[in-house]
């Protein structure tokens, strides 16, 4: 049973993360000026980064609840796994988004009409750069989590899981 609620959160984490990257940030810059475009995405990504915060942390718990069950290996891999995705969203909450709001404000919301080699132009893609690496670390090791949930599962059922 902690193994179906292990997967059912990965999963939300790992869809919450999906609609965000690949349907919000996209979307609201192809329809909004930029300026607001970006604050509907800081919006959203500032709720994505807390519910994966929170949800790192419950995941973590419920490991701990389960590890017994499982193989020593796999407790490592999945707690290593979750510790480097809960650390990521720390860092992208409480140090890059909160830089690239700083500078937003700074530089009068619209970053886009700075001049190519602004500095400050620069710091912000570079963040925005940290940013998605950080999301897509991520997302792949959520996908790399469930894969092995689901795995186990399968193999401890003796067959394998129907889609």
Known sequence: MLQR????LLGLWLGAMALFSFGVAPS???VLPAHLA????SRVLSIVEIAGIFTGVVLLICLA?????QSRLATIVEAVLLVLMTLSTLVSRYVVSARLHAIRLGAGENIS?????DPVRGTFELLHQASVGLMSFNLIAAIVLIGLL???AARQRGSIPTI
């Open 28 to 30: 609201a810059f192809a």
């Open 150 to 152: 689901v795995s186990r």
């Open 38 to 41: 970006g604050q509907i995405v």
């Open 65 to 69: 609840c389960g590890a017994s069950r």
């Open 113 to 117: 009409a700075l001049p190519t080699g």
């Open 5 to 8: 609620v292990r997967i059912a």
